[in-house]
């Protein structure tokens, strides 16, 4: 199961600062992480996570607040070139193929990254860790995003001035047995969405208010 929402399960402080950690899979603080992602799915759609992104990123809060060290919004992703993609259970094509008729030009796969487990339990985390992971992901060279976005989460690209693409529905009969993990998500009438990863970082320089969504 890969968890592509964002969640919010409680309100998160103001006025504090926040970094990026990235999370290997041989990191010590691997379970604490995947912990937090768990948890928020579990709270807000009693969803089962059983599994999750190679690569996670946290957002944790620093500065002088008892929330410091806690983290307040977490994502995963992974490269698109060497297997099937979870998300392409619910597409008719190669997801490359997809975004390329969209795009009007050829994509290539290994420069699409699949991105994941996307929890926040803080104001304005979700659009905070969407742009870090943006300037991440365009570091490791790749240009384009898929994800599975419920209408909050299209909310927030909105709220960003980044309107994705829409590739298909994200219809949980193409599942089977293990649509019954994710609890109530499928009641937010998910889509499977693409959006191209230097427009979301140009767009808040653009825009300067955007980053602090």
């Excluded at 050829?106 to 487990?117: D, F, L, M």
């Amino acid at each position: 199961m890969y968890a592509e929402p964002v969640c919010r399960a409680r309100p998160g402080p103001k006025h504090v600062a926040s970094t990026t950690r990235v999370i290997a899979l041989d990191s010590p603080r691997r379970a604490e992480a995947e912990a937090f992602i768990r948890g928020v799915f579990t709270r807000h759609y009693a969803a089962r996570v059983a599994s999750f992104a190679p690569d996670l990123m946290l957002l944790e809060h620093v500065g002088h607040s008892a929330k410091v060290g806690r983290i307040a919004a977490a994502a995963g992703w992974r490269g698109t070139a060497s297997a099937r993609l979870y998300l392409e259970s619910y597409l008719d094509d190669a997801v490359q193929v997809r975004i390329g008729r969209l795009a009007g030009h050829p994509v290539a796969r290994e420069r699409i990254a699949e991105v994941g487990n996307l929890a926040s339990v803080s104001p304005g985390g979700g659009a905070r860790m969407i742009l870090a992971l943006a300037e991440h992901l365009d570091r490791l060279g790749y240009e384009w995003v898929v994800f599975t976005a419920t209408r909050e989460l299209i909310g927030i690209f909105a709220k960003l001035g980044l309107p994705p693409l829409a590739l298909g529905i994200a219809d949980p009969s193409r599942l089977g047995a293990a649509a019954s993990d994710w609890g109530r998500y499928y009641d937010s009438r998910p889509v499977v969405v693409a959006g191209r990863i230097r427009l979301a970082l140009e767009r808040p320089r653009q825009q300067p208010g955007l980053a602090r969504v």
